[in-house]
Each structure stands twice: as C-alpha cells, then as structure tokens.
C-alpha cells in the first residue's frame, strides 16, 4: 500500500467474446446475460473513488492514448497495451473489487457476478490473463 493512499482495489478486465451463429465475434453488440467472457487484465487501484468511478477510470485508461495520463496511470495503460489487447469497448466487463460492470454504449451497467461466464480463448485483441501472471 502506498503511504497515505486508499485502500487498494482490484479491477479486472474481461473482453466479451460473443459469436453469432456464423461464427462471427458480436461482442461490441451489447452484453448478454451468460456472454463469454476473457479475464485479460487485472490491476491495483489506490483511487479513494466509488466502484462506477473506477470503472470509468478502467475505461479512460483503455481507451486513451497513454501520453496524455499521470504517471502512475500510464504504468497501467502501457501495461495493458504491452500485452497487445484491444480497448475495452461495449459489451465488455470490468470488475471492480466484487461489483461488475458491463460497458454500455452510454455508461455502465451493473452485473451479478454470479452470471460472469468465464472463459479461456484467445482471439486477435485478446488473451487470457494466466493465474500465475502477475499485472501491475
């Protein structure tokens, strides 16, 4: 913990990896109660901010160039980036300590954690985070 940071949480990235029935990835669609999901990416935030806060942060960090963040943000996105993962886009979930949220064309939604279905496939964009990986 770093001194005189919050608390620390973690935040996961899944990448939905929905087909249709021509075998065409559909996860940029919308989320779907049982979809496919791939945990890529897992990370430590000290952010004193709410679950839905962090998860917008997740977003941010995904999504923007890393050359306009923070220092200790850009740690993250360059990380997540090395790994060669495509951004976090709708239909997507980020995990937030136990909340989950799926990414919506506007904003969040929240998911029972019970419904993730967790998968291991890698596609172009992404790749399974390995139980022995460690992110930052």
Not at 44 to 51: G, I, L, P
Not at 67 to 71: A, I, N, T, V, Y
């Given at each position: 913990?770093?001194?005189?940071?919050?608390?620390?949480?973690?935040?996961?990235?899944?990448?939905n990896?929905?087909r249709?029935?021509?075998?065409?990835?559909?996860?940029?669609d919308?989320?779907a109660?049982?979809?496919?999901?791939?945990?890529?990416?897992?990370y430590?935030?000290?952010?004193?901010?709410?679950?839905e806060?962090l998860?917008?942060?997740?977003?941010?960090?995904?999504?923007v160039d890393p050359?306009?963040?923070?220092?200790d943000?850009?740690?993250?996105?360059?990380?997540?980036?090395?790994?060669?993962?495509?951004?976090?886009?709708?239909?997507d979930?980020?995990?937030?300590?136990?909340?989950?949220?799926?990414?919506?064309?506007?904003?969040?939604?929240?998911?029972?954690t019970?419904?993730?279905?967790?998968?291991?496939?890698?596609?172009?964009?992404?790749?399974?985070?390995?139980?022995?990986?460690?992110?930052?």
């Open positions: 913990k770093r001194k005189g940071a919050a608390a620390m949480t973690r935040v996961t990235i899944f990448h990896v929905t249709n029935e021509e075998g065409r990835l559909v996860n940029f919308r989320y109660t049982g979809a496919p999901l791939v945990r890529v990416f897992a430590d935030s000290f952010r004193a901010d709410s679950a806060k998860a917008e942060n997740a977003f941010y960090l995904f999504n050359c306009f963040m923070q220092p943000d850009y740690e993250i996105a360059r990380s997540y980036r090395d790994r060669g993962l495509r951004s976090v886009s709708v239909g979930v980020i995990m937030v300590g136990g909340a989950a949220f799926t990414v919506e064309r506007t904003g969040f939604g929240a998911l029972d019970g419904q993730l279905n967790e998968v291991h496939e890698e596609h172009y964009g992404t790749i399974p985070l390995r139980p022995d990986e460690q992110t930052p």
